[in-house]
């Protein structure tokens, strides 16, 4: 501290040139410290783009195989769903025709029941609907299912029209006129035709035919029991299916084939060619990215040189900021004292402070 004190003119010059290089150094560090982290950018950006390259690449190859196994299976799918299909029609046709044979005789009987009936009817002047099972569940019940259809039918007539028609009539007396009227007409109705086909002869056809009636009723329940027992029957072997059967099979092999196929070069891909994909395109890029390691490198390197060189312009600054103060620790401070000593007021640096300091003590007595 005292060397510099006891320092002249040319001290005071060092001190300056001190200052300028520490002002160098700081502005050199910053724009290092600028490129250094650009180029650090720059190599992260550009082994990004590598990663993003490798997983593009990947991707893109593994789309295709997918696509072009999806087209198989989808082939395969459909190739199977229509052997299916000709399978399923081949059993219906089968099973049609098992139950036409089978009930063929029940069917027979009922034709000629209902030709009977027809021709009797029509021989004694009855209305062909007298020979339905709903007529004669209104007219002549028997059964349980007659007299159920009956009750159904009066509560439909003399409750359910009525009371929607009455809907539309605004008094309350209205509607029960109109429910009365409705009630009325189908009983009259059916009082009519009670009278008409239960007269005389036509009656005595009517009753006699209730036995052919009830007869194809029991041929009908039998047929229907005779297919759910045919259409539920697991025994196939007699429908002739067996070439559908192989085609069949052989469409699910070829399924299961491609499937397998697909498995195998995903596997192949995953375990070999996703290396090699990578392996590739790091060596194509390998150059480039060495060329920007280096740079970053040297830019690293060229950075801690100037981080030493500020460092030690810092270190001779703070020694003159210990000896002089850290107010004269600026140009202009710098040249007052230099040109106190130049003038010949004072000899070296401390006297010169001390002219100053003496100068700023008569002032402020003044």
Known sequence: MDNVLNGGINELQQ???SLEELNRTDQELKASEKELKAKQKELE?????????ISSAVKKQRSEIEKEYDQKIEDANRAVKEAENQRKNAKEVAVNL???????SLSDEIKILKANNKEMFKQNKIPAWCASTFYYALF?????KDFITLAITILICAGAIPFVVSRFVESDIGKILVWIIIALVFAAIYI??????KKGEKFTVIAAARKS????????????????????DKDESCYNLQSYDDALQ?????????TAQRDEAFNVFDQTTTGQIEEQIRTEKQGELDKLEQEAEEVKYDNLNKVEAQVSASKEVEGYKLALGNKYMNPSKLDELEKIIAEGRAQNIAEALSVINNKQRDEQDQ
């Open 98 to 104: 098992r139950i036409k044979r089978e009930t063929a």
């Open 45 to 53: 950006n550009f082994k990004k783009q590598i990663e993003e390259s």
């Open 192 to 197: 009519l035709l009670n009278h008409i086909t």
């Open 15 to 17: 001190i300056k040139r």
């Open 140 to 144: 002549v019940p028997k059964t349980l």
């Open 213 to 232: 009636i009830d007869k194809i009723e029991q041929d009908k329940k039998a047929i229907r029991k005779q297919k759910n027992n045919i259409t539920s």
């Open 250 to 258: 052989k469409a699910k092999e070829s399924l299961e084939s491609v």
